[in-house]
Structure formats: structure tokens, C-alpha cells
């Protein structure tokens, strides 16, 4: 079983920047990849970006360019640095891990963007 802690969500007004943490209950390196999704409400979840064991990074095309993330193997800790917020990346926003076939999700943390 592998626990997943978000932290780091609040609100924040357009043009801002947040820093989003989740930290895991196992090794970073165990993982095969890691990942940060959104749900705004009566929307799908949707990936804002994920990053691979070996360092590989994806990211959504709405946030690319202006989110980063990132990973502390030490700190057992995933990041997402988020800025020039919109009102649009409003949303719950969840930390995912993929351990072997197991994917695990932690609670999530909101965002919210004023305008």
C-alpha cells in the first residue's frame, strides 16, 4: 500500500503562483511514474503532467510552458511549481503513483484561482 499526501493548494489570484507538494510513503524510486491530475468541477480528471523514474516529463498542453514539476528522492516528495495562474486551473488537484501495476491516488488539495 503506498500513501500519497498532497499539500500546497490554497487561493491565489490570476497571474499568481503556487507550489504543490505530495509526499509518498515509499522510496521516489520504486515508482515508475508519478503524476499530478486536476478535476474542475463537472469536468474529467485531466493529467497536468507526470514524470518517469528515469526523469522523463509529459505535461498537458494548457500548462506546459508554465507549470514544472519535479522530484525529491531524498524527501520521498513530488512537486508541481505553478505559475501565471488562471482562472481556469481552477481545480482539486490529485497526486497519482504507478507501482508496478497499482496505481494510487492521494486526496487531493484545491486550487483556487481568483480573477
Known amino acids: 500500500q503506498v500513501q500519497l499526501v498532497e499539500s500546497g493548494g490554497g487561493l491565489v489570484q490570476a497571474g499568481g503562483s503556487l507550489r504543490l507538494s505530495c509526499a509518498a510513503s515509499?522510496?521516489?524510486?520504486?515508482?515508475?511514474?508519478m503524476g499530478w491530475y486536476r478535476q474542475a468541477p463537472g469536468k474529467q480528471r485531466e493529467l497536468v503532467a507526470s514524470?518517469?523514474?528515469?526523469?522523463?516529463?509529459n505535461y498537458g498542453d494548457s500548462v506546459r510552458g508554465r507549470f514544472t514539476i519535479s522530484r525529491d528522492f531524498a524527501e520521498y516528495a513530488m512537486y508541481l511549481q505553478m505559475n501565471s495562474l488562471q482562472p481556469e486551473d481552477t481545480a482539486v488537484y490529485y497526486c497519482?503513483?504507478?507501482?508496478?501495476?497499482?496505481?494510487?491516488w492521494g486526496q487531493g488539495t484545491q486550487v483556487t484561482v481568483s480573477s
Open positions: 497519482n503513483a504507478e507501482v508496478g501495476q497499482t496505481g494510487y
Open positions: 514524470i518517469s523514474r528515469t526523469g522523463n516529463t
Open positions: 515509499i522510496r521516489i524510486f520504486r515508482i515508475n511514474v
